[in-house]
């Protein structure tokens, strides 16, 4: 269900569950040597989806080693993105030259039950909207979608900025019908293909217990929208 959130450009692999068959390189299994039977299952399920995706580019299998804050290292030319969550991992990648960016965050439909993580991951305009639309859209939990968009978000910001981005340095509206989000940066943006960025726009569904958001930002387009935001990560 993800590739319904993404351009025909982007290839993307997804799984509810791990998969047995799913394998790692050394490098990779060195990695997670002292993980849970849990951590080392998903790390191995995503890794897998995200070669079969690369494999839909042509690219042969290698090991996908997280780099600096954790981002994964992508063969030259790719960007791409990984995300896994209870019941769900998934990744999905692109050609630089289609995309500057791609990004993908899954998170279970469930509200932040924390008012203190709340208050962390939303400023207070968003909190305003939350406050409506919540009895309206009862269905979604609009808290932690704002919490996804804002994890895509960072994980299109920082393989362009190398720069770290927090949750009160962007701001998300969304549009409920649309099934799309807006996210408007507070801070300097990069210039990507001689554009400043300002904002990224990205889409969203709700969906099997979960909330799905994704960003893919065109090469040499002029977006009204590019951003980013840090939640604690998923990758």
């Not at 290292?73 to 769900?88: D, F, K, L, N, R």
């Not at 009895?135 to 895509?152: G, I, N, Q, Y």
Request: with cysteine; glycine share 8%; aromatic share 8%.
């Amino acid at each position: 269900m993800i590739e319904e959130l993404l351009p025909t450009t982007a290839f993307a692999e997804e799984s509810f569950g791990d998969l047995p068959e799913s394998v790692l390189y050394p490098q990779e299994k060195a990695l997670v040597a002292a993980s849970t039977d849990e951590r080392r299952r998903e790390f191995a399920t995503v890794r897998g989806n995200a070669r079969a995706a690369l494999a839909r580019l042509g690219i042969p299998p290698a090991p996908i080693l997280p780099g600096t804050r954790g981002a994964p290292g992508w063969p030259e030319g790719i960007v791409g993105s990984m995300t896994h969550c209870a019941g769900y991992r998934a990744a999905a990648v692109a050609r630089a030259t289609d995309l500057a960016a791609i990004s993908v965050d899954a998170e279970p439909n469930q509200p932040i039950a924390n008012a203190g993580t709340r208050a962390l991951v939303t400023i207070p305009e968003e909190r305003l909207w939350l406050n409506r639309l919540g009895p309206l859209r009862p269905d979604v939990h609009w808290d932690r979608l704002v919490f996804s968009a804002k994890e895509s978000v960072y994980k299109a910001w920082y393989p362009i900025t190398g720069r770290w981005l927090d949750f009160d340095e962007v701001m998300i509206t969304v549009d409920a019908e649309a099934r799309t989000f807006h996210a408007r940066l507070l801070v300097p943006g990069p210039t990507v293909d001689g554009t400043r960025l300002t904002a990224f726009n990205g889409t969203w569904l709700a969906r099997r217990g979960l909330l799905i958001t994704a960003i893919a930002l065109p090469r040499a387009a002029r977006p009204t929208a590019a951003g980013a935001s840090r939640p604690t990560a998923h990758r």
